[in-house]
C-alpha cells in the first residue's frame, strides 16, 4: 500500500519561507506523478504544484514564482519549497501521489500539514 507523511508545515510571517516534505512508503514513487494540493477553510482543494516521473513540471499561477516542487527519487521524497509567502498561502497542504500504470489512475493523499502565514 501506499503511505504519504506530510511534514513541515506551521506559522510563519508574510514575506517568509517554508519547505514542506513528503515521505512516500511505496514502491512505485519514482514511476508517479507527485502533487501539492491545498484547502483553505471554504475553499475548494485546489493544485499547487506537480512533477511527473520525469521531471515535468505543472504550477498554479497564484504561486509561480515563489514556490518550487522536487523530488529525491532514491529517497522517496517530495518537497515544496514556499517563498515570499501570502496570507492567501494559509491552507491545509496535501502530497498526492497518482499511479498511472492502470486506468482509471489510482490517486493517494497525505494526511495534510497546515501552513499558517500571518501578517
Known amino acids: 500500500q501506499v503511505q504519504l507523511v506530510e511534514s513541515g508545515g506551521g506559522l510563519v510571517q508574510a514575506g517568509g519561507s517554508a519547505r514542506l516534505t513528503c515521505a512516500a512508503s511505496?514502491?512505485?514513487?519514482?514511476?508517479?506523478?507527485m502533487g501539492w494540493y491545498r484547502q483553505a477553510p471554504g475553499k475548494e482543494r485546489e493544485l499547487v504544484a506537480s512533477?511527473?516521473?520525469?521531471?515535468?513540471?505543472t504550477y498554479a499561477d497564484s504561486v509561480k514564482g515563489r514556490f518550487t516542487i522536487s523530488r529525491d527519487n532514491a529517497k522517496n521524497t517530495l518537497f515544496l519549497q514556499m517563498n515570499s509567502l501570502k496570507l492567501d498561502d494559509t491552507a491545509v497542504y496535501y502530497c498526492?501521489?497518482?499511479?498511472?500504470?492502470?486506468?482509471?489512475?489510482?490517486?493517494?493523499w497525505g494526511q495534510g500539514t497546515q501552513v499558517t502565514v500571518s501578517s
Open positions: 511505496t514502491r512505485i514513487f519514482s514511476i508517479s506523478t
Open positions: 512533477i511527473g516521473s520525469g521531471g515535468s513540471l
Open positions: 498526492n501521489l497518482k499511479d498511472r500504470r492502470s486506468w482509471p489512475v489510482r490517486e493517494y
